[in-house]
């Protein structure tokens, strides 16, 4: 069973900066894409960052210019960096990977509030 475990989330000023990460039990060269994806209540589930196997990367618009997804194959682990953040960026952040099924995390939680 895979197992992908986010951390990093919390409570943040906006124009501040938080660090996703999400630690997978099998390496992630196994994956054929992994991203990160964001819910409201209310609201389906969204793309915000995606990494291919060869490094490709590609981002929703609301959040270009502000987010980066990168990983770190030694420590099985994918990160979203979040600069610059907006109230609008609120939400449940969940870490999803893709190889012979679908992965998810169970998500952490990030609010952006003065």
């Known amino acids: 069973q895979v197992r992908l475990v986010e951390s990093g989330g919390g409570l943040v000023q906006p124009g501040g900066s938080l660090r996703l990460s999400c630690v997978a039990s099998?390496?992630?060269?196994?994956?054929?894409?992994m991203g990160w994806y964001r819910q409201v209540p209310g609201k389906q589930r969204e793309s915000v960052a995606v990494i291919t196997s060869g490094g490709i990367t590609s981002y929703a618009d609301s959040v270009k210019g502000r987010f980066t997804i990168s990983r770190d194959n030694a420590k099985n682990t994918l990160y979203l960096q979040m600069n610059s953040l907006k109230p609008e960026d609120t939400a449940v952040y969940y870490c999803?990977?893709?190889?012979?099924?679908?992965?998810w995390g169970s998500g952490t939680q990030v609010t952006v509030s003065s």
């Open positions: 999803n990977g893709y190889s012979d099924s679908t992965y």
């Open positions: 099998k390496s992630i060269f196994s994956f054929n894409a």
